[in-house]
């Protein structure tokens, strides 16, 4: 017999002590019972309710502030959820042939598409804000969710391509009917970017000409405690705003590839939010703060998807006020695993470290 219930799958990772949860709701089919869900959502970081077909939205929020959003691939088709594991797969689920996949995180969930048609170049999906969403803020690539107070609480995080050649490559990120903030200042007790609209269209583009296919397509949906990319390697500096901020730093991806990244964020009273990227990616950096407040970055190096590494001699300086970077005179020496000390007239010494040799 066919009945109607909820609560139809609890997928849980073990791994860590603060796990998301995947819930399988509101379907009208019998269940694939596993482990009961959370009895309280307050030890979690992110609640993720996930429908039984493919063509319905999923549901993300944010235990601590209540704030939601639902989310649906468009194009997508009528398609069954399964269980593998840890993770919920709809099986050709998309119009023009694609298995989308979803693995919980520690702080949301993140969707991998798989396109095998060469034809596409682009992905959508329909965004529903609850009424607690007072703002959108497009910065980095990312959208963030902010409440009245200008505090980001959800995120898409920038999404990411993965092809046949393990290539990462970058995808585009834009929003359609709501109206966003593209200012990289911090946005923190800031008067927000009102949507306009409780409903969004959020496209994914990229180009297919530079992709080898069959893809791998990755967006991320979760809250904002944690970094929004995952580094080490960075640098993090206290402000005189007394927020900190971490820029820079080597990421990697499911496949482990390891590549060097130019995002910077802030964190403030218990979220991350985004600013200005650097003008180049490097990790191994070194800073200083200038007497202006401002933020020095010196060398470093920069490693691309295959490995290849260069030592950097460049420098940068971010203006704390604006949330940019711009350029500023290169060392005589580049060097990576160096210091960098401001000294009391104002003067930078810069000393030690690895060079090319």
Same mark, same amino acid.
């Given at each position: 017999m066919l009945g =109607?219930?909820?609560?139809?799958?609890?997928?849980?990772? !073990?791994?860590? +002590?603060?796990? %998301?949860?995947? #819930? #399988?709701? @509101?379907? %009208?089919? /019998?269940s694939i019972e596993s482990s009961p869900p959370f009895s309280s959502a307050l030890d979690l970081n992110a609640r993720v309710s996930l429908p039984i077909w493919a063509d319905a939205p999923f549901t993300l929020r944010d235990p601590r502030t209540g704030m939601s959003l639902s989310s649906r691939l468009r194009e997508s088709k009528h398609r069954v959820a399964e269980k593998d594991r840890d993770q919920i797969i709809y099986r050709d689920a998309m119009a023009r042939g694609a298995d989308v996949t979803f693995r919980a995180t520690p702080f949301g969930t993140e969707d991998f598409i798989a396109i095998s048609n060469s034809e596409t170049s682009s992905l959508s999906y329909e965004l529903t804000l609850d009424s607690?969403?007072?703002? #959108?803020?497009?910065v980095a690539n990312s959208l963030e969710l902010l409440d009245a107070n200008g505090f980001p609480r959800l995120r898409v995080q920038a999404p990411y391509l993965l092809d046949s050649?393990?290539? =990462? #490559? +970058?995808?585009?990120?834009?929003?359609?009917?709501?109206?966003? %903030?593209?200012? +990289?200042?911090?946005p923190f007790h800031k008067p927000v970017t009102a949507p306009g609209s409780r409903t969004c269209i959020l496209h994914l583009n990229w180009s297919a000409s530079t992709a080898s296919? /069959?893809?791998?397509? @990755?967006?991320?949906?979760?809250?904002?405690?944690?970094?929004?990319? /995952?580094?080490?390697?960075?640098? !993090?500096v206290l402000l005189s705003t007394g927020d900190l901020m971490v820029a820079g730093g080597q990421t990697g991806d499911p496949l482990s590839i390891e590549v060097t990244t130019a995002t910077t964020e802030i964190y403030s009273d218990g979220v991350w939010a985004a600013s200005g990227s650097m003008l180049g990616d490097r990790a191994i950096a070194s800073a200083a703060t200038l007497p202006s407040g401002n933020i020095l970055v010196t060398g470093g190096l920069s490693q691309a998807a295959d490995g290849a590494q260069t030592i950097l001699g460049t420098a940068e300086i971010f203006d704390v006020a604006a949330g940019t970077w711009g350029a500023t005179g290169s060392l005589a020496s580049a060097r990576s695993g160096h210091t960098t000390t401001a000294v009391g007239d104002g003067t930078v010494l810069v000393a030690g470290g690895y060079d090319n040799s």
């Open positions: =109607r219930f909820r609560v139809a799958l609890s997928v849980v990772l !073990a791994s860590s +002590p603060l796990a %998301s949860s995947l #819930l #399988l709701a @509101d379907c %009208s089919r /019998p607690q969403v007072a703002g #959108l803020r497009l050649s393990k290539k =990462r #490559l +970058p995808i585009a990120l834009s929003v359609e009917d709501c109206a966003v %903030s593209k200012s +990289p200042k911090a296919y /069959p893809v791998v397509v @990755d967006p991320g949906w979760m809250t904002t405690d944690a970094l929004s990319t /995952p580094r080490f390697e960075h640098i !993090a």
